[in-house]
C-alpha cells in the first residue's frame, strides 16, 4: 500500500509538471520524459549524481540490489546517462526495471543541471539541426570522451598515490637512522659510567690494601683485641 501511495504521489507530481512516463533506456527521449539523456553537445558535461555509476543486479539470492561499478574495468554495457525522480533514483533496484535498465551501469543525471539545460533546451544551433540518428551519435562520442577523461583522471590520482607511497617507503631508512643516532649516544654514555664505575672500584680496592687502609686497619684492630 505504502509503494501504491509513492508511486501515485510522482504519477501525481509528473503530471502537474507537464511530465510524461518513463520510458525504456534504449531510447533517447524528448525533454520532459524520465529515461535516458542524450549528452551530446552541450558546452559543459552534465552533473551527475554520484561520480560513479550504479547497477541493478541479482545478489545470488533472488534479490536485486544495487551495486557501484568501477567504469574503468568493461562491461557488457556502456554506462547510459538517466534523468528520474528522486523516489526511483534512491530505489533503484525497485525501479530499475521499469526502465528496461536491470544490469546496466546508470549514471543520474542531477534535476537542476537536467532542468537548465535539457529541459530548458539550452542547445546550440549544432544541436537544433541535429537528427535522431546525429543525437544518438553524439552522444556515444560524449559518453566515451567523458569515460575516458573519468579513466585518465583516476589513473592519474592512482599514480599519485604510488608516488606518495614511494616516498614514504623512501624516507624510512633515513628517519631510521636518525633514531637510532641518540640510541648511539646513550650507550656510549651509559659506557663511560660504567668505566667510572669500574675505576672508582679499583681505587676503591687499592686503598684497602695501602697501609693504615681499611683492610689494614680492620687486621690491626683484631690483633689488639687478641693481645
Not at 542524450?38 to 552533473?47: K, L, R
Not at 540490489?65 to 554495457?77: G, N, R, S
Not at 526502465?99 to 543520474?108: C, H
Not at 669500574?198 to 690494601?209: L, Q, V
Amino acid at each position: 500500500m505504502k509503494r501504491r501511495l509513492i508511486a501515485a504521489a510522482g504519477f501525481t507530481l509528473a503530471s502537474a509538471c507537464g511530465l510524461a512516463s518513463a520510458a525504456p533506456w534504449t531510447v533517447i527521449v524528448q525533454p520532459g520524459v524520465y529515461g535516458r539523456v542524450a549528452i551530446g553537445g552541450y558546452a559543459e558535461p552534465p552533473q551527475v549524481v554520484a561520480p560513479q555509476p550504479v547497477m541493478a543486479v541479482d545478489n545470488g539470492y533472488g534479490q536485486v540490489v544495487e551495486e557501484v561499478v568501477d567504469p574503468a574495468y568493461a562491461t557488457d554495457q556502456p554506462p547510459v546517462y538517466l534523468w528520474v525522480p528522486e523516489y526511483q533514483r534512491t530505489h533503484w533496484a525497485q525501479y530499475s526495471r521499469e526502465y528496461g535498465a536491470y544490469g546496466v551501469p546508470v549514471y543520474f543525471v542531477d534535476d537542476r543541471w537536467y532542468r537548465a539545460n535539457v529541459l530548458g533546451r539550452n542547445w546550440t544551433p549544432e544541436q537544433r539541426a541535429w537528427t535522431p540518428q546525429q543525437w544518438a551519435e553524439q552522444d556515444r562520442l560524449a559518453r566515451d570522451r567523458l569515460e575516458r577523461q573519468r579513466f585518465e583522471q583516476q589513473r592519474a590520482e592512482q599514480q599519485q598515490r604510488w608516488n606518495n607511497q614511494r616516498a614514504w617507503y623512501g624516507r624510512q631508512p633515513q628517519q631510521t637512522a636518525a633514531a637510532s643516532q641518540p640510541r648511539e649516544g646513550a650507550r656510549g654514555e651509559l659506557g663511560l659510567v660504567d668505566n667510572r664505575r669500574a675505576d672508582s672500584r679499583a681505587e676503591e680496592r687499592a686503598a684497602r690494601r695501602a697501609p693504615g687502609g681499611f683492610e689494614h686497619g680492620h687486621g690491626g684492630g683484631g690483633g689488639g683485641r687478641d693481645h
